[in-house]
């Protein structure tokens, strides 16, 4: 199956192409390369995952090339196929394909759009290698790589500060996961003396129960390494604690935002904790960790993002929450069912950043929903494909067809795995998941109807009103990148007393076709990936063939749950629909009032539980502190002076005397040529 | 350790040498002193006309002709002290012997010819 | 005794000799008008020798060792390895030399002809293992150097430098010459092998005193610290391309007999040098540094530079083990090669007016007025610095891994570490060329033979050179191996 090799590397030429050639080789080369490398990527990607989905094709390993060969430590550059990957490659190939062909109508107007398509193809090149690795080492290599894509595309308008800033934070936050990660290779390493994924994977239950010692503790070691491994996936998934980075992340780009902070990247925790997950079930200590933080992220995030204007960040933190509902599946046992919530949710999220991307496109670059409304007539074409996404996200079905949108099928069986796991967290992460679904159909509505219901408001909006005095009401007539402000910052005022009417005479218009396309395809991903793929995603042992640990048991009971537990997330998909309607199309004074009301609260879910604050004072300023204190005392005072300084200074004092030393008088080189005779015959000699 | 009394003749020798050279210069000098006129004036105590000061600043320049004079002196001098014992071990050495020293006089002939040729031993 | 077999070994030397005295005569009948002749048929006498050295390399099945006269003469691979890298750095110097000595109205055919002898002086002391006729083959050599220091012989800075130069050089003779003495005295023999066994059960204070005498001396010639004091003033004031020629073939020779002479007589008192060794290495390195940095004169600067270099060469000495051999003959053969090049780029450049180039103010914005010379510049400094991945690395990497393995970790660490001092000079070299501005004249363009020193010595430090590795590393061993055949 050598057709991996040009599913992975493809991209990576592509971007290597695109990158170099930049200027030279103008837009719609490097467009074309790049995206139709892609496109010939998902094209060879589908077979493989349909070769798997039929039973056909069988897991196999394609060396590429041998990295390190040191004492024990060996490993190659090796190509893993499986069902997992399999999952995985249509996942990135097709959404990262849908994305290229997508950002040639949003990024038209940019004039370094050879770069963005580099960097794009470059991060799905590194997703791939990370997705496909068989060792740890290469699987860090390409979780460093798509932390270096993100941040190169978060930071893509790189005049805009707020954008810089952005990028910085990702990159440092996830930073912090990654030395887990990393530590978490090394204790493996150190445990198995492997690096090698299949045989760590033979060799864990053997460790279970085993203990390590540190700092005078005596703890599981399984649970240690699980722990530590689950910190880089906190990190790169934007889970509790490590996800004030994904929120601002929305600087880049929205096709970014579709791509890496939706679909792909940020699901990479979850791909590695299945991957790993014979391993972490031998870690309960672990596993309850992962449920525990998936479960509080799941619904963190959902309180947060019934409060934000931004409709990038409202999906943002919506993505967070649903990476929260992937953990906590994984936390429970059911690793295919957080695979299948991963693929699916990667379908209609991509939709639903996508989608946002063309309402933010027809309006001018105009973020903030205050100034949306009235758009379904306008842009109907995105509308459709929008409620697609969120009859998705809300998990519209029917139970006793069998039938609805994606959504329904993955989190349903997640809500169930979470109560059929039987134990108090599996019942904690259950009620926060249930929770967590009314507060993501209630934001998920509240999104569309401010959007697309309602009267205009759009001549509030500084994007609108330049648009219309400039005299030109086309949206692609602007490129974001000269947009300095285009980043909207929604923290800069509390609601605003009244939604004023008014079009200001401005005409939105729907997108071009190459980002309708995309949006229709991933429209009917939405609306079918779950149908479609339900059976072998959550019931089919021999679909997963051993790729992820199968607990034949936990299906068992998932299926045999209470009836009010099947119907759970279906009811409280229609409170959260009817709380919404009542406040955002019965009666729009609702949730101002309930904003005065619950003052406290609101606030605290407005500023995101003050997490950025906290941190601003737990770590930020102490670590300024300290910074400040090693550059002065430490470096300069200390390092600096005696060190590059000193000698510096010795150097010059000693050239001085060497000089000097060099009279020019014959009679004086004489005696040092005698002096230096005497001194080596004295020395000899005693 | 090798045995140094074979060389005490020649310390021996080294002795009777120096005691006879200061015999030879001093007693001159003392029966003159003794038995001549003793009348210095400046030109009597003065070098000879053709010769250098015997002490003098070392400083002083004189004319750089004589190092040339003296270096081909040098060249021919050895010459004539490798003709010696070459001579008189001929027998020992033999035809070997006479065609080293024969290259030997021939490359000096060589130095003389470029030397020569090149007006080294020209005065002006 | 074989003639022939005699005759034949020393053909190298016996050719250039003949050539010397024959060139001679034409120089001394041709006058002015044979001078570019004269060089032309000295440059191709010595690539004859170079040559027929590089056949005896060949034939000479390894390590096996060709004696002449009655062991007073060996020709093996250590010394045709050095003899051919002594005659192809004078043919260089030979090559970069015309165009400056006739710019000082000092092109004459004696030049030619004396590093003609010097060479002959040079490779007779490489192949010497008698103590007679390392002092003779010497004594040619310096004799040679000491009036080509002075060639120029209107310019006061050139006499000043001949004169230093002959003055301490008669010294160090001296110290040599006594050492030597005291060692006939102590072994009764001047043969190295006969020394050796002479003094196999121990050794006496008074030949002690006889080997110290004997490296004092020879450390004069390769200007290791504290007897390097001459180099700066003689460098300097010697016509640059003397310079190069001082810092190039004469190098590799008295290495090349420090080397002999301490692994071959010496070799099995290692300890009683060793130390000596070591401390010239390090005081080399340091002072070699430390002594360029303030220098604002290029040539001084390289003369410094030199003696730094000799300090890494030194380490590789004070292993005493094959590895650490074969890492001195590699980086004689690397520094060689860029000590020529960075030579022959300054001899390249002169002002409008025709006043050499030879302090930092001259070179000054280089690289926009002669890029070519300027890039070469650059990667020659690059090079002596030992930054990878250019040669100049190489060389240092193989002395150090040799001190390593002969567990002298101390003294690689040191060494290290003082080579960064020696980066600062160098980087300023470019630092200057790249990055100030430019100003006064615009410089004239060089002959071929420049160019083409220039830039082979470019090629073989740049990257590329390390396809020269397999060939380099085989050609050192086999010399290494040599030196260590009777062992």
């Known amino acids: 199956m050598s057709s991996i090799l040009i599913i992975v590397f493809l991209p990576l030429l592509a971007a290597i192409i695109a990158g170099f050639g930049n200027r030279a080789l103008g837009n719609t080369v490097a467009k074309s390369i790049t995206t139709g490398a892609l496109f010939v990527s998902c094209v060879l990607s589908w077979p493989i995952f349909l070769g798997f989905l039929g039973g056909t094709a069988t897991a196999e390993v394609v060396q590429v090339l041998t990295w390190v060969r040191s004492g024990t430590l060996t490993f190659d550059w090796a190509l893993r196929v499986d069902t997992l990957t399999a999952v995985m490659l249509v996942v990135i190939t097709t959404v990262s394909a849908l994305v290229h062909l997508y950002s040639w109508g949003y990024m038209d107007e940019d004039p370094d759009q050879p770069r963005f398509f580099a960097y794009l193809s470059l991060f799905t090149f590194a997703m791939l290698m990370l997705v496909t690795a068989d060792n740890l080492v290469q699987m860090f290599f390409g979780w460093e790589g798509v932390g270096l894509a993100s941040y190169l595309l978060i930071g893509f308008w790189f005049r805009k500060p707020s954008a810089n800033a952005a990028a910085i934070k990702a990159f440092v936050v996830n930073r912090v996961g990654d030395l887990g990660f990393m530590l978490g290779i090394f204790g493996t390493y150190l445990v198995f003396n492997t690096v090698s994924i299949p045989a760590i994977l033979e060799a864990a239950p053997a460790m279970s129960g085993a203990t390590i010692g540190f700092l005078g503790y005596r703890m599981a070691t399984m649970d240690v390494l699980c722990i530590l491994l689950f910190i880089g996936a906190m990190g790169k998934s934007a889970q509790l604690g490590l996800h004030t980075w994904l929120p601002d992340a929305m600087e880049g780009p929205t096709p970014v935002s579709a791509l890496i902070h939706a679909a792909t990247m940020v699901t990479a925790g979850v791909f590695m904790v299945c991957r790993l997950s014979p391993m972490f079930e031998t870690a309960p200590v672990a596993l309850a960790v992962v449920t525990f933080i998936g479960a509080a992220t799941c619904l963190f995030a959902a309180t947060v993002g019934t409060t934000q204007w931004d409709i990038k960040r409202v999906i943002a933190y919506s993505t967070c929450s649903q990476l929260g509902y992937m953990f906590f599946a994984a936390g429970v046992g059911a690793y295919g069912v957080a695979m299948f919530h991963l693929f699916t949710h990667a379908f ?339 | 350790m090798v045995d140094l009394s074979q060389y005490l003749p020649i310390l021996l020798f080294l002795f009777i040498a120096l005691g006879l050279s200061v015999a030879f210069v001093f007693l001159p000098m003392g029966v003159s002193r003794l038995t001549g006129a003793h009348q210095p004036t400046a030109e009597k105590l003065s070098e000879y006309e053709c010769g250098f000061p015997a002490f003098e600043d070392s400083r002083g320049q004189f004319d750089v002709r004589f190092y040339l004079v003296a270096i081909l002196f040098i060249v021919f001098d050895l010459e004539a002290a490798f003709l010696f014992p070459w001579a008189v071990s001929l027998d020992l050495t033999g035809w070997a012997g006479w065609t080293t020293m024969m290259i030997f006089l021939a490359e000096l002939a060589v130095g003389l010819a470029y030397a020569w040729k090149v007006g080294a031993l020209e005065w002006e | ?90 043919i260089a110097c030979l090559m970069i030399t015309p165009k400056y000595l006739a710019a000082n109205g000092i092109y004459r055919s004696e030049y030619p002809i004396l590093l003609l002898f010097g060479a002959v002086g040079m490779s007779m002391m490489v192949s010497a293992v008698d103590l007679i006729t390392l002092y003779i083959g010497l004594e040619l050599s310096s004799l040679s150097s000491y009036v080509l220091a002075s060639f120029a012989r209107d310019d006061v800075r050139s006499s000043e430098a001949g004169l230093k130069y002959f003055i301490l050089g008669a010294l160090a003779s001296g110290i040599l010459l006594y050492g030597m003495s005291l060692i006939y005295g102590f072994a009764g023999t001047t043969d190295y092998a006969a020394i050796r066994l002479a003094f196999i059960g121990g050794i006496e204070t008074g030949a002690l005193f006889g080997i110290v005498f004997v490296l004092a001396g020879l450390a004069f010639k390769i200007a290791a610290v504290p007897f390097h004091m001459w180099t700066p003033d003689v460098y300097e004031g010697a016509p640059t391309p003397v310079t190069a020629f001082f810092a190039s073939a004469p190098k590799v020779a008295a290495v090349a007999i420090l080397m002999r002479i301490a692994l071959e007589p010496f070799a099995d008192h290692v300890d009683s040098w060793r130390q000596i060794v070591v401390f010239a290495a390090l005081a080399s390195i340091v002072v070699g540094a430390l002594g360029a940095i303030g220098q604002d004169s290029l040539k001084r600067l390289l003369a410094y530079s030199s003696i730094n270099n000799v300090g890494f060469i030194l380490i590789g000495l004070a292993t005493a083990t094959q590895l650490g051999t074969s890492a001195m003959m590699t980086y004689l053969v690397i520094y060689v090669v860029m000590t020529l090049g960075s030579f022959t780029a300054l001899l390249m450049l002169r002002a409008e007016d025709g006043r050499p180039f030879e302090t930092f103010s001259d070179i000054a914005g280089l690289a926009t007025r002669k890029p070519a010379i300027a890039w070469c510049l650059l990667l020659l400094m690059f090079s002596l610095a030992g930054i990878p991945p250019l040669f100049g690395f190489w060389a240092k990497f193989v002395v150090f891994r040799a001190a390593v393995e002969a567990d002298l970790i101390a003294l690689a660490a040191i060494g290290i570490a003082a080579s960064v001092i020696g980066a600062f000079y160098y980087l300023k070299f470019v630092k200057v060329m790249f990055f100030d501005e430019a100003e006064g004249s615009v410089v004239k363009t060089s002959p071929i033979g420049q160019w083409i020193v220039l830039i082979l010595a470019g090629i073989i430090v740049s990257p590329l050179g390390y396809f020269l590795n397999g060939l380099l590393d085989a050609w050192s061993s086999d010399a290494a191996a040599s030196l260590f055949y009777l062992v």
């Not at chain 1, 936990?554 to 409170?575: D, T």
């Not at chain 1, 204190?629 to 010059?652: C, E, H, Q, Y």
């Not at chain 1, 060497?658 to 008088?665: D, E, I, M, S, V």
């Open chain 3, 1 to 90: 005794m074989d003639y022939a077999t005699s005759l034949y070994l020393t053909g190298a030397e016996i050719g250039l000799s003949i050539s010397g005295l024959v060139l001679l005569l034409v120089s001394a009948w041709g006058g002015a008008r044979v001078t570019r002749l004269v060089t032309i048929l000295a440059a191709a006498a010595l690539f004859g020798a170079a040559i027929f050295t590089g056949h005896l390399f060949t034939e000479l099945s390894v390590p096996a060792a060709g004696d002449a006269f009655g062991g007073l003469y060996r020709a093996d691979d250590f010394s045709s390895f050095a003899k051919i890298l002594i005659y192809l750095a004078v």
């Open chain 1, 348 to 686: 209609f999220k991509a939709l639903l950043f996508l989608g946002a991307g063309s309402v933010i496109h027809a309006m001018h670059h105009e973020q903030d929903m205050r100034y949306y409304g009235a758009l379904r007539k306008e842009i109907p074409l995105t509308f459709w494909a929008m409620l697609a996404g969120t009859l998705a996200i809300t998990g519209v079905g029917i139970y006793w067809l069998h039938a609805g949108f994606a959504g329904f099928h993955s989190k349903d069986a997640i809500l169930e795995a979470a109560w059929g796991r039987g134990t108090e967290l599996g019942r904690f992460a259950f009620w926060m998941g249930t929770i967590a679904a009314l507060l993501t159909s209630f934001y998920s509505w509240r999104l569309m109807f401010l959007t697309f219901w309602g009267k205009p408001r759009w001549i509030e909006s500084e994007h609108i009103q330049h648009a219309v005095h400039a005299g030109h009401d086309e949206p692609e007539d602007h490129n974001p990148a000269r947009q300095e402000d285009s980043g909207h910052d929604v923290t800069h005022a509390v609601p605003p007393p009244e939604y004023r009417g008014g079009t200001g005479g401005y005409h939105p218009h729907e997108s071009p076709v190459s980002m309708l396309v995309p949006l229709g395809v991933l429209t009917l991903g939405a609306i079918f990936a779950g149908f479609v793929f339900t059976d072998a995603f959550v019931d089919s042992e021999t679909f997963w063939a051993g790729s992820i640990y199968y607990n034949e048991g936990l299906i068992h009971e998932l299926h045999e749950v209470p009836l009010l537990v099947k119907l759970a997330a279906s009811i409280v998909m229609l409170l959260g629909l009817t709380a919404a309607w009542f406040a955002y199309i019965k009666d729009t004074s609702i949730p101002e009032k309930a904003a005065d009301q619950l003052g406290p609260i609101y606030h605290f879910f407005y500023n995101k539980w003050y997490f950025d604050e906290l941190y601003r004072y737990v770590f930020l300023k102490p670590a300024f502190w300290f910074g400040r204190v090693f550059w002065k005392a430490i470096d300069m005072g200390t390092i600096d002076r005696f060190g590059p300084n000193g000698a510096a200074w010795l150097v010059s004092k000693g050239s001085v005397a060497a000089k000097r030393f060099q009279t020019g008088y014959l009679y004086s080189y004489a005696l040092v040529m005698l002096l230096g005779l005497v001194a080596a015959i004295t020395w000899v000699v005693f």
